[in-house]
């Protein structure tokens, strides 16, 4: 069983930068292409950024690309979403994700790829 825990969520105002945390609980999560998605209030769940196994490989929501990065330590087992230049449209709770069963070199989009899920940390941008 895999548990993913993210963390560094909070309150910030617009123009303010936050990094996400995600903390998996094993080895084999370096083998794994991993993913962050947020759902806001009232929304559906969408995709944000996802990476590779190597971190060669990565993917982002269009409209983030120039402000979001996505990065991992398979050393630490952890993932990485550094946030720039925050909105208020930013605000939600991020999750990230872990796809098992298919191919780790590639930077899923669909949450359809992912297995595993944390419980997500609350990001909130004030205006």
């Known amino acids: 069983q895999v548990q993913l825990v993210e963390s560094g969520g909070g309150l910030v105002q617009a123009g303010d930068s936050l990094r996400l945390s995600c903390a998996a609980s094993?080895?084999?999560?370096?083998?794994?292409?991993m993913g962050w998605f947020r759902q806001a209030p009232g929304k559906e769940r969408e995709f944000v950024a996802a990476i590779s196994w190597s971190g060669v490989t990565t993917a982002y929501r269009d409209s983030l690309k120039d402000r979001f990065t996505v990065s991992r330590d398979n050393a630490e087992n952890t993932l990485y979403l550094q946030m720039n230049s925050l909105k208020p449209e930013d605000t939600a709770v991020y999750y990230c994700?872990?796809?098992?069963?298919?191919?780790?070199?590639?930077?899923?989009?669909?949450?359809?790829?992912?297995?595993?899920w944390g419980r997500g940390t609350q990001v909130t941008v004030s205006s």
């Open positions: 094993r080895r084999t999560f370096s083998s794994n292409a």
């Open positions: 994700a872990v796809s098992t069963s298919y191919n780790g070199n590639n930077a899923y989009t669909g949450g359809d790829r992912y297995d595993y």
